[in-house]
DNA sequence: CTCTAAACAGAAAAGATTTTCATTAACGGG
DNA sequence: CCCGTTAATGAAAATCTTTTCTGTTTAGAG
């Protein structure tokens, strides 16, 4: 947490109780977000949330590497916080529940020299995101049947 | 040309002069274009083309799989043609020119594996996009020069 | 704690995307 | 070809997202 309110402090953001809060939300529960769920969720704790700050510090942390997008399969973008500090790494999102899971994952070296070879092409960096079913989703519960 | 015609038809689309002058647009020119770019394009072919068939004609052709869609840097939606029939395969955007180069790389299998092996879950599919500059952007030509 | 400068927040407006709906175009069977 | 069926189109409206602008909050100095 004290974490990531540094990096806010060390982009000149100011640290406000609306982007404490997002950062708290985003840390809780390890999943993708739409802006309106994050608006949402963030009722609870004021009694006014304008629609443009929601836009406005998901849109910022995303700018300074806080938060990452991915979209969905309707290709609605939606934010996640990583919680990894390694730089490069991929990410699993599992289909049924959302939630994100990062990876000790990166082929960036491979993939160099597959482009300057295929390509005669620099390949400065790439995105990878993995989806299917965690481990939580893929098998039905015994105990905490519905 | 023959073949994505084929497709649209398929699918129960049907062949209007909108849809066809799109996928010729798409792919003369192997680029990713915003939905603003190829409304610009089909003003020089129609009197009127209205912003809504447009949008319509890329989801639409993105949901049965002629067209797909990448995020450029500022997280803005843009569509292009892939002119690969393989199945499993992922593409190199120059983030100089937008061209799109399709590839032969990958690596589901290996993924799978490690997905199952470090989360204990089920690796569906995944969506790689490498971005670099491409062979024609990353030198100066000598002959072309402005 | 008080004060000031800088940045933030929300309301309203602007811009972008999607939906609705009446008209027009595509397609298949005479 | 001609017609009937079905789907596509654009205008207008609705919805979603971003920008502008002014009052408010934060952060840091004193
Ligand atoms: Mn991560
Ligand atoms: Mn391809
Ligand atoms: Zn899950
Ligand atoms: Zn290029």
Do not use: W
């Not at 070879?117 to 989703?137: F, K, N, P, S, W």
């Amino acid at each position: 947490m004290e974490y990531y309110l540094n990096i806010i402090k060390q982009n000149n953001l100011k640290l406000t109780l609306r982007r404490i809060a997002v950062i708290k939300l985003l840390l809780n529960e390890h999943r993708l977000f739409t802006v309106a769920e994050v608006r949402h969720r963030l009722k609870n704790d004021f009694s006014r949330v304008g629609l443009p700050t929601v836009y406005r510090i998901l849109q910022q942390f995303r700018e300074i590497g806080l938060v990452q997008t991915a979209l969905s399969a309707n290709d609605h973008l939606r934010y996640f916080i990583c919680t990894s500090r390694k730089h490069d790494h991929h990410h699993f999102i599992c289909s049924q529940c959302d939630r994100v899971y990062c990876l000790d994952y990166c082929q960036q070296n491979q993939i160099e020299k597959y482009i300057e070879t295929e390509l005669h092409a620099r390949a400065d960096y790439h995105y990878l995101q993995i989806v299917g079913l965690c481990e939580h989703c893929r098998l039905p519960k015994a105990q905490d049947s519905d």
